[in-house]
């Protein structure tokens, strides 16, 4: 081990410290403690990467922060012969049920020597042990991770001392069954919102959108399950990551779609699931064969930050055009949920935040019956005008002038939920065998790194939640390798998405503080069920498109702010850092703007909505060889914003000079250290002994 490394180097033994200078730079190991980063240099003695030359360390403070080079919790101060904090860890132990065993740690006391501390931690009074020792809470065990400021929602990072229940707490069926189910449904917007979007743009009807819906429910359940048990095992639900849905569209709007005659979203959704296939197929060989580990020295906060919220800022041309459209109702939308989501945040009843933990369900529940009621009114009935009459045999001038609020503004358009059974099973290949086109594949296995790039930043955000040390990079790798296996399904399954970490999950375990995988595990097979029956499908695939559009505007600007909030690992005031950021983020919305502008005169007409209309660039984009189908590859790519947001990003952070410290370069657990805690192997072990098949394969492994 060398000497740089802290848990090398020699303790200062007793005696009187130097005082230190006033106006004294920020030494790393402040900065770890902000920002949850264990370094693996000395930055307390020698010059760092920078240039800028540290100062000695100060004496430690008696406060109950853990030691970076020991490893071990700071003792308590004491009051009064207790010590201080331990009747608030008494209290913690009583509303929550912990785990009954200790994390393999001893139960009994254990001698002092010399009168020197124990294992656990406790000084013994002349050398013997302490008669009761208490139990070893999860401050104890963690030496990676280290407390952070919360603010008032529990967020930014905190350690798992704030969380109701951690990673491995089961605190009884009903409580699992109901954090489950809410965890769930605070996060239904990310699951429903994608296939309301791209099965409409393929021309499905509201019967396909039910379908789809059930289908997206069914493999989110299953997925979850298969990664909370054989992948990375942090309470992460999958499912269809809006990473895919740019992409996906700019495929639904290819020019070759447009003439198609009969059935033209299962024609659609078979080319989507070949491509979404083969890129699984890549993803999961990323993982598995232990490439994602040396990508990982590419990815760190000042990459993954804009990437992540280029995704968000992507859709600006699909939100508020479509909300405009019946603008009584969509904006009443947005602002019941900007009002439950800020205003109301801090709003408790029974002891829960009700409008923070379920903004969107709770603000589509009330606009919905509004504009039912709206509806029945007639409000939106004009005489002799009939919205189901397709909008070309319209002759009347005055049914033409209204049709447009009618079909946007009405809630009893839809026929998904008389029109949906009451049960129906989703199967494999339900809409027919996939159809396997190189160009739409290369294009996946693009987004599919930008996948596992959200994918990484998600690991690392939860397990500074609800785990007792970070993932090493062997359980990253496997969580990867398992998505791809999990979006092979989806693809199977025919979602028309890859089946991927869902960014909002890390901000729902925040608000709700709930990181028990159990919990978990039981929402998604509650979900499994509800899946099975066809009415729940149809009741979501009845919403209106207008309240759909609606709910995108926030859920694309919490997705946004989601991604940008990773700078907080690494210095977000560096002036380094501001510029790669602001151009990742400026030449993320140009580029593609120019690729998308591209030889489209302004008085084109067009059958492809306005909304739509950045999703066909393949066919008129500049770049153009003597092949099609590399043109059709490289137009549809740069006119992707998180595309280029991500290769401007990883290209200059990777390039232009500065410090692991400065970079927040992702500190993963090491292998060998990980091996030794009994914590981090129940955090991260593999069950039913299957992890001893992989000892072999050490890159996929603990």
């Given amino acids: 081990m060398s000497s740089s490394d802290p848990k090398s180097r020699p303790k200062p033994g007793p005696g009187p410290w130097p005082p230190a200078p006033e106006a004294a730079p920020l030494p790393p190991s402040s900065w770890?403690?902000?920002?949850?980063?264990?370094?693996?240099?000395?930055?307390?003695?020698?010059?760092?990467?920078?240039?800028?030359?540290?100062?000695?360390?100060?004496?430690?403070?008696?406060?109950?922060?853990?030691?970076?080079?020991?490893?071990?919790?700071r003792p308590l101060p004491v009051a009064n012969g207790e010590p201080e904090g331990q009747k608030v860890v008494a209290d913690k132990d009583q509303k929550v049920k912990r785990r009954r065993d200790s994390d393999g740690l001893p139960k009994g006391p254990s001698p002092g020597q010399n009168g020197t501390a124990n294992s656990n931690g406790h000084a013994g009074a002349n050398g013997a042990t302490e008669a009761a020792p208490r139990r070893v809470t999860r401050n104890e065990e963690i030496v990676d991770v280290l407390p952070q400021s919360t603010d008032d929602d529990g967020f930014v990072g905190s350690r798992p001392s704030h969380m109701m229940y951690e990673l491995r707490d089961t605190p009884g069926l009903v409580p699992i069954g109901l954090y489950g189910f809410q965890?769930?449904?605070?996060?239904?917007?990310?699951?429903?919102?994608?296939?309301?979007?791209?099965?409409?743009?393929?021309?499905?009807?509201?019967?396909?959108?039910?379908?789809?819906?059930?289908?997206?429910?069914?493999?989110?359940?299953?997925?979850?399950?298969?990664?909370?048990?054989?992948?990375?095992?942090?309470?992460?639900?999958?499912?269809?990551?809006?990473?895919?849905?740019?992409?996906?569209?700019?495929?639904?709007?290819?020019?070759?779609?447009?003439?198609?005659?009969?059935?033209?979203?299962?024609?659609?959704?078979?080319?989507?699931?070949?491509?979404?296939?083969?890129?699984?197929?890549?993803?999961?060989?990323?993982?598995?064969?232990?490439?994602?580990s040396l990508f990982l020295r590419l990815i760190n906060p000042v990459v993954v930050a804009p990437t992540i919220a280029a995704v968000g800022l992507s859709f600006y041309s699909y939100g508020f055009p479509l909300v405009g459209t019946c603008i009584e109702i969509g904006a009443v939308q947005i602002l019941l949920v900007i009002i439950f989501s800020l205003y109301l945040r801090k709003v408790s009843i029974l002891g829960h935040r009700i409008f923070l933990i379920y903004a969107v369900p709770l603000s589509l529940v009330i606009t919905w019956a509004v504009a039912f009621l709206i509806t029945e009114t007639g409000a939106y009935s004009y005489k002799g005008c009939d919205p189901n009459v397709p909008t070309s045999n319209i002759i009347s001038e005055h049914c033409r002038k209204h049709i447009s609020r009618m079909k946007n503004c009405r809630?009893?358009?839809?026929?998904?939920?008389?029109?949906?059974?009451?049960?129906?099973?989703?199967?494999?290949?339900?809409?027919?065998?996939?159809?396997?086109?190189?160009?739409?594949?290369?294009?996946?296995?693009?987004?599919?790194?930008?996948?596992?790039?959200?994918?990484?930043?998600?690991?690392?955000?939860?397990?500074?939640?609800?785990?007792?040390?970070?993932?090493?990079?062997?359980?990253?790798?496997?969580?990867?390798?398992?998505?791809?296996?999990?979006s092979v399904l989806a693809g199977l399954w025919g979602t028309g998405s890859g089946s991927t970490t869902l960014t909002e999950n890390v901000h729902t375990i925040a608000v709700t503080k709930m990181g028990s995988r159990r919990a978990v595990e039981l929402g998604?097979?509650?979900?499994?069920?509800?899946?099975?029956?066809?009415?729940?499908?149809?009741?979501?695939?009845?919403?209106?498109?207008?309240?759909?559009?609606?709910l995108l505007c926030f859920m694309w600007a919490m997705l946004t702010a989601l991604g940008l909030s990773n700078l907080?690992?690494?210095?977000?005031?560096?002036?380094?850092?501001?510029i790669i950021v602001g151009l990742s983020l400026f030449f993320c919305l140009s580029i593609p703007a120019y690729f998308q502008q591209y030889g489209i005169s302004s008085h084109s007409n067009s059958s492809v909505?306005?909304?739509?209309?950045?999703?066909?660039?393949?066919?008129?984009?500049?770049?153009?060889?003597?092949?099609?189908?590399?043109?059709?590859?490289?137009?549809?790519?740069?006119?992707?914003?998180?595309?280029?947001?991500?290769?401007?990003?990883?290209?200059?952070?990777?390039?232009?000079?500065?410090?692991?410290?400065e970079r927040g370069v992702y500190v993963w657990s090491e292998p060998e250290t990980a091996r030794r805690e009994p914590a981090v192997i129940k955090d991260y072990g593999l069950p039913f002994r299957v992890g001893q098949a992989f000892r072999w394969a050490k890159w996929v492994g603990l």
């Fill in 183 to 292: 965890h769930y449904l605070s996060i239904l917007g990310s699951l429903i919102l994608f296939p309301l979007v791209i099965v409409p743009a393929m021309g499905g009807n509201s019967e396909d959108t039910s379908n789809v819906v059930s289908t997206v429910l069914f493999a989110s359940g299953v997925t979850t399950l298969l990664h909370t048990t054989f992948g990375s095992r942090l309470p992460l639900i999958q499912g269809p990551s809006f990473v895919f849905l740019a992409p996906a569209l700019a495929m639904i709007n290819s020019p070759e779609f447009r003439g198609l005659n009969g059935n033209n979203f299962k024609h659609i959704m078979k080319e989507l699931q070949g491509a979404i296939i083969v890129a699984s197929v890549f993803q999961a060989f990323l993982g598995y064969s232990g490439m994602m």
């Fill in 411 to 486: 809630v009893d358009m839809s026929h998904a939920l008389k029109s949906s059974p009451w049960f129906r099973f989703p199967y494999p290949l339900q809409w027919g065998t996939p159809v396997f086109q190189w160009k739409m594949a290369l294009i996946m296995c693009v987004v599919s790194i930008i996948a596992s790039v959200d994918s990484v930043g998600s690991y690392h955000a939860s397990s500074l939640l609800v785990a007792s040390r970070p993932p090493t990079q062997g359980v990253l790798s496997r969580g990867i390798g398992l998505e791809g296996l999990s």
């Fill in 32 to 73: 770890a403690k902000r920002t949850g980063f264990r370094p693996k240099f000395s930055g307390e003695t020698n010059v760092s990467d920078s240039g800028q030359m540290s100062l000695p360390p100060r004496p430690r403070e008696p406060d109950n922060q853990p030691d970076l080079e020991a490893g071990r919790a």
């Fill in 609 to 661: 909505p306005s909304y739509f209309q950045p999703y066909i660039v393949a066919s008129h984009g500049p770049f153009r060889s003597k092949n099609g189908g590399v043109n059709y590859v490289m137009n549809t790519l740069l006119s992707l914003h998180m595309v280029i947001a991500f290769l401007v990003a990883v290209i200059l952070d990777n390039t232009v000079p500065g410090n692991q410290q």
């Fill in 524 to 550: 998604a097979c509650i979900f499994i069920i509800l899946s099975l029956v066809g009415k729940v499908g149809g009741f979501i695939a009845s919403i209106p498109h207008v309240i759909v559009a609606a």
């Fill in 568 to 578: 907080r690992y690494s210095e977000a005031g560096s002036s380094r850092n501001i």
